[in-house]
């Protein structure tokens, strides 16, 4: 069984803080991505990362793909509200398909 | 170009009811994915619908249907509810369903009580 372990699993920082958010697995995964949800609303797709290695930026927000294929991690860089929401990590099943495992989540709140 | 959009938006229903939700997936889309969000499970796969046949099943009761039209519609179907079947349903639609981008719908709020 494919896991994804995310942590923290709550963040409240205050604006123009920094904070990383950690996606974990013992698998191997062909690619990572990272979503972010806000309530009432679908995930919306923010990178995916498919060398080992590689880092993706996207503006604030910096995405790292761990060298195993394992592990990845997301940056932000001085918070803001708009920030505020659900950042889950998600990895495609092995099995093929469009079949995604994601992560536990990961809930931050920026505050004024 | 519309996104995914899912109806109904939020559902009450009983204990022992059935339940049908459906997914209008981005136009040129063939694949469907059915997602179901709770707080203490997080974001599980129910299944993958791609031209009108199920591609892959996640691991939920018999209880779970799901279909796909010809215009690549779906619909998945609940039957004889239970409490924890509360849950924010979520469908995803992609073009070919390999390993690329997925676009999420709102998703249904599904209450049972």
Known sequence: ?112 | KAGVTQTPRYLIKTRGQQVTLSCSPISGHRSVSWYQQTPGQGLQFLFEYFSETQRNKGNFPGRFSGRQFSNSRSEMNVSTLELGDSALYLCASSFAGGEETQYFGPGTRLLVL
Request: net charge neutral; with cysteine; hydrophobic share 30%.
């Open chain 1, 1 to 112: 069984t494919q896991l994804l372990e995310q942590s923290p699993q709550f963040l409240s920082i205050q604006e123009g803080e920094n904070l990383t958010v950690y996606c974990n697995s013992s698998s191997v995964f062909s690619s990572l991505q990272w979503y972010r949800q806000e309530p009432g609303e679908g995930p919306v797709l923010l990178v995916t990362v498919v060398t080992g290695g590689e880092v993706k930026k996207l503006k604030r927000l910096t995405f790292q793909f761990g060298d195993a294929r394992k592990d990845s991690s997301l940056h932000i860089t001085a918070a803001q509200p708009g920030d505020t929401g659900l950042y889950l990590c998600a990895g495609p099943f092995t099995g093929g398909g469009n079949k995604l495992t994601f992560g536990t989540g990961t809930q931050l709140k920026v505050e004024l």
